[in-house]
């Protein structure tokens, strides 16, 4: 007993390892499942313009990432996929 609580974070990375990570994560078995699962929500509409056929699995919001949930991320044609990336990185 009397044992502290250590730190579970990771030591900080630098942004390349963290963009291997992250493609490494787009071959995941996870990632496919879940971005199955957001293209049958979606059933296969863009949930952006809600017209064109949607195409890829996007990020509304990085925070959670390795373990979002789906209501962190959308269904999307190529090109509001490229719209909601700009106002990311903005
Ligand atoms: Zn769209």
Redesign the pocket.
Known sequence: MGAELRSVTRPRENPEDREAEYRRYLQSQRWRTLAKAVRLRAKG????????D?RECAHLAYDRIFQEPLSDLLW??????G?LDDRNLQ
Do not use: F, M, S, V
């Open positions: 509409k863009c949930e952006i313009c809600r017209r064109a949607g999307l044609c190529r090109n509001c996929h719209e």
